[in-house]
């Protein structure tokens, strides 16, 4: 099996800084693409940013320059800096990875349990 442990969430004040991991563990043959995405109480799931294994990265537009992301292959592990928080950053953020499990197998999306982050005024 497959799993994605989130963690660093928690409650900053607004203009704070928090930084998010996401370590990918069990049978894995590759990581494609790794991402984190939010969800704030009473709205869709949104992008906030994603990165190729290559390290090209894409993001939301909201958020560029205040959150960057990254990730270390060798550790199989995604990262999310996140500088300037504002309240309306406030959610549920997720870990998403583009796992293969064997040379066989196919690319299938995984997901963390989520981590929370508060920002309060």
């Known amino acids: 099996q497959v799993q994605l442990v989130e963690s660093g969430g928690g409650l900053v004040q607004a203009g704070g800084s928090l930084r998010l991991s996401c370590a990918a563990s069990?049978?894995?043959?590759?990581?494609?693409?790794m991402g984190w995405y939010r969800q704030a109480p009473g709205k869709q799931r949104e992008l906030v940013a994603i990165?190729?294994?290559?390290?090209?990265?894409n993001s939301e537009e909201s958020m560029k320059g205040r959150f960057t992301i990254s990730r270390d292959n060798a550790k199989n592990t995604v990262y999310l800096q996140m500088n300037s928080l504002k309240p309306e950053d406030t959610a549920v953020y997720y870990c998403?990875?583009?796992?293969?499990?064997?040379?066989?197998?196919?690319?299938?999306?995984?997901w963390g349990q989520g981590t929370q982050v508060t920002v309060s005024s």
């Open positions: 998403n990875a583009n796992i293969k499990r064997s040379f066989l197998s196919d690319y299938v999306n995984y």
């Open positions: 069990g049978i894995i043959f590759d990581i494609n693409a």
């Open positions: 990165i190729a294994k290559g390290g090209s990265t």
